[in-house]
């Protein structure tokens, strides 16, 4: 168990799993260092296998699941080879925890350190590091054509009566890709701050996370999830037109129908684990400001029965709603027919428990993928396909949730 100390400060946390937390006390956290660990496949008893090894420490854990626990959680496997080769699990227990919040830095730590590990915090002034960007050649695995052909497919699908609204995804990725990760994140976070950003690092693999999505947390007895879908672009020169462009997302029926398409999958999936009639949406359609962007958000919360574990949750609930579409067996069973790559850490999530089984995972998106022995890179993104969809504007979309990363690899 980790021994905790107090100390006032100021901290950039670099070189670590951090993990943003938007909540009112604006919580970062950071864990270094491997304790313990466990690595897993997908279709091995994975989530059990994880409730024991949570249950046998009740220490802080962190780590991810890949969207390839679909096959866990919904039968569905994944015909397609995972090009990064992130763990579709993977969590650890680690030497450090470093906690900031508006008042105090918070250090744990197995030995009784904390002053060395404060000294060290404290003397240490990051710069921004030379990175390469400008030379990657960034290739797509769907070409415009071939996107909105696969639109006219995956459209005629929601006709027939198979789904109502498909997530379907696009991947860019670099070859030959010689990168500094740490240099990637500094920049990305600069250009893209995000509540649920992550630098997440296993050995040779890193994950470059700005990441605006809760996927689901727990505080106590309570669960909540707070689902995006609805995006639009903001006018950062002009307030009027920007508040213009929050009223026009707020009002556009397109947007708030395929919302609370995701919100009442959000719904079923919480009554899976909570008290009846427990689950209630906090809040409906809310328009929430990023630095380029405006998203529409809700907040679904309800109350877990008693005996409710972590693996329960996560087998009612992943991968998100947001990411899949409805009905998510069959949504996901059309995404591997349709995306010829497979998502990987894209569409997972990456988070922390706490020693009292409180939780707080995001969702992966807007994030780099990277692999530094084979000098591999990707990048996923994607929006919400329904029967009213225009291919062209879809298309737009991607290209606009990409831009921010775009920016950041070609070095501008």
Known sequence: MLHWSHQSGTCVFLDSHTYHNPRQEHECIAAAGVHRKLSLAAGNHSLENLQEFIDSQRDWCFGHLGYALKEETLSVKSSVKNRIAFPDLFFFIPEIVIKLDSKQLHIGSLEDNHEFIFNNVMSHHPELRSGKGADICLRETIDRDTYLSQLARIQSHIARGDCY????????FAEQADLDPLYLYQQLASISPNPFAAYYRLEHLYLICASPERFIGKRGAEVFSQPIKGTMRRNTNNVSEDNRIKSSLLRSNKERSEHVMIVDLVRNDLSRV????????????????????????????GQLRKGIKFSDIMKATFPMGSMTGAPKKRVLEL?????PTARGMFSGTLGYINPEGDFDFN?????????????????????GITGYADAEKEYEECLLKAEAIERVLKGE
């Open 165 to 172: 609204e498909l997530n379907y995804c696009i991947e860019f």
């Open 274 to 301: 909570c008290a009846e009639a427990s689950v209630q949406v906090e809040e409906l359609f809310g328009i929430y400001t990023f630095p380029h962007l405006h998203h529409m958000i809700s907040t679904v919360r």
């Open 335 to 339: 995404i591997d027919q349709y995306e």
């Open 363 to 383: 969702v992966v998106i807007r994030s780099i993928v990277y692999n530094q022995d084979l000098r591999l890179l990707s990048y996923h993104v994607g929006s």
